[in-house]
């Protein structure tokens, strides 16, 4: 059984995948970056970053922290990576989100369960 850290790697390993294929420049930030999974470039050398998160299994959601409520910044992007059910969706659904847009629904969210 894969760990949430195995899930984790295998979602920003995907999105670093699919950057490069596409012909951005990308690398994994340092395990200890707290809101960068992966630092890129476009083709332009314009730079952004990705946090990732990954599901699988039955979850409908991606946890999100409270931390991301106040993460907004135009040139940070999430992507919401989907490994299926059982963990082996082929290809993982990706969903690219501009972190303004998950800080205010994970505002909304949180402010309604509370």
Known sequence: MATKKHTGDVGEHWVLYRL???????ILA???AKAVDILAADRDGKPFSNHVKTKRGTSKRWRLTEDA???SDP???YCLVD??????LEPPEVYIVPSSLIAHATRMGHAEWL
């Open 75 to 77: 040139r940070l992007f």
């Open 83 to 88: 490994l299926g059910r059982d963990g082996r």
């Open 20 to 26: 490069v294929r596409a012909g951005y420049t990308a």
């Open 30 to 32: 340092p395990a200890n």
């Open 69 to 71: 409520e106040g993460m």
